[in-house]
């Protein structure tokens, strides 16, 4: 099956209004980056998720500080949810997409030690 933009959308409709090219750019820039004997049978769905992560924050940017928990307009106090996960996952977890991607990444790591 061929990666490309149209077949992204099929995937994942949610995404028919963005542009084939910047689609097709994160598709051909993980499909170098990500290792298929790592992924094995999970390569094609790692890419398409990990392109999606980055079409969505590509667009939307990304709140590196974390979740807002509360907010407070008048007096300007903001709370942000804090995590006790890698830093590095955070990342990830802030879209659907990244926390998809993650998972099938761990899943794969996991699996990976115990074969022979």
Do not use: C
Not at 70 to 75: R, Y
Request: charged letters at 25%; zero cysteines; glycine letters at 4%.
């Amino acid at each position: 099956m061929e990666l490309n933009a149209d077949f992204f959308k099929s995937i994942f409709p949610e995404f028919k209004d963005y542009e084939n090219k910047i689609i097709q750019y994160f598709i051909d820039s993980n499909s170098k980056k990500l290792n298929k004997d790592f992924y094995n049978n999970d390569w094609e769905i790692a890419v398409l998720n990990l392109s999606a992560h980055q079409a969505l924050l590509s667009k939307k940017g990304s709140n590196k500080k974390g979740e807002i928990v509360s907010e407070t307009i008048a007096g300007v106090d903001r709370t942000y949810k804090t995590s006790h996960t890698n830093p590095n996952d955070s990342y990830f977890l802030s879209t659907i997409y990244g926390s998809e991607y993650l998972r099938i990444k761990k899943e794969n790591s996991y699996f990976r030690g115990f074969t022979t």
